[in-house]
């Protein structure tokens, strides 16, 4: 985006907001122009950058593996499946060592929202500026779109739209598995009379109750406030670079160096979302007598 045309706050709230899609003042459907517009389009609108570059990465997940999975040898390996074979000795040996049940859906789980979320916070590596600045130009020549009120942000896991939605699918799964290894009565015995028996009933409610929500809220938020910070980071070191050229050096060795500690960062984030998973996975099939 040209930082000559806009302040820095401008520049600042264009790359937070999202590609939004949702029903507009006049009765249709449409494009927010503006972040005001994305509010009032209400809980019905959607984030199309953020479900959009979710996809595609999913996609691209699954055809890599597919693709190596399908060429596999039992000889030496080459250098994409010998990494690919990484991963999943990686995930299997987390999974044995976090999960006591019997589930075999757990680890494909675990290793689809470890690689998927990685390749998510992976985009915020990309300079902040490109794959923006490229949707405008395609806004503004194809279809005659005001540069400004086109929008795109390509860090998924920055949205707390898509980190609910992980979350709550997780959440589907914890309820559902609690169920069917305890029954509804075994399941709902425990909200009732864990941990002070049945003489502490209304307690065991609140704290059980309260325990059970936190789990999906603190696995969105966790993930979501981490990639929101380095997104905003990175746009913050972004504006140096229209300061003049001693700022301009000063902003490229900064955003070098957040990106090495970034990429500890959008890695953990992966694995720990991955290991509460699987925590609370293992939580489910648990009956306790």
Same mark, same amino acid.
């Given at each position: ?56 990465? $999913? +996609?691209?997940?699954?055809? =890599? %593996?597919?693709? /190596?999975?399908?060429? &596999?040898? !039992?000889?030496?390996?080459? *250098? ?63 279809? $005659? +779109?005001?540069?400004?009120? =086109? %929008?795109?942000? /390509?860090?998924?896991? &920055?949205? !707390?739209?898509?980190?609910? *939605? ?63 910070? $380095? ?19 000063? *902003? ?38």
């Amino acid at each position: 985006m040209a930082s000559e045309t806009l302040t820095s706050g401008a520049y600042i709230k264009h790359h937070l907001t999202n590609l939004t899609f949702g029903h507009v003042p006049d009765g249709g459907w449409g494009f927010a122009h503006s972040v005001e517009e994305a509010k009032q389009m209400g809980f019905w609108a959607f984030n199309v950058d953020s479900l959009g570059w979710s996809i595609v990465l $999913g +996609l691209i997940f699954v055809w =890599v %593996f597919h693709s /190596v999975a399908k060429k &596999a040898t !039992p000889g030496t390996p080459g *250098g994409l499946q010998n990494f690919v074979e990484w991963i999943v000795e990686f995930i299997e040996t987390s999974v044995r060592g976090s999960f006591s049940g019997r589930n075999d859906l757990v680890a494909p789980l675990s290793l689809t929202i470890f690689v998927w979320i990685f390749l998510m916070n992976l985009m915020d590596l990309i300079p902040v500026d490109w794959l923006p600045v490229l949707a405008q130009k395609i806004g503004e020549h194809m279809f $005659g +779109l005001d540069p400004h009120h =086109v %929008f795109q942000r /390509v860090v998924p896991s &920055a949205d !707390p739209n898509i980190t609910f *939605g992980m979350a709550f699918a997780v959440f589907g799964l914890m309820l559902y598995y609690g169920i069917k290894i305890k029954g509804v009565g075994g399941f709902l015995g425990e909200l009732a009379f864990q941990p002070f028996g049945k003489l502490g009933l209304p307690a065991n409610l609140i704290l059980e109750g309260v325990s059970l929500i936190a789990k999906p809220v603190s696995l969105a938020l966790r993930l979501f406030g981490n990639m929101y910070a $380095g997104e905003t980071i990175f746009i913050l070191i972004a504006l140096t670079y229209s300061a003049g050229w001693g700022m301009g050096i000063f *902003g490229g060795f900064l955003q070098f160096g957040w990106a090495i500690f970034h990429i500890l960062i959008i890695t953990l984030q992966a694995f720990i979302f991955m290991v509460l998973t699987i925590v609370y996975l293992d939580m489910a099939h648990q009956e306790h007598h």
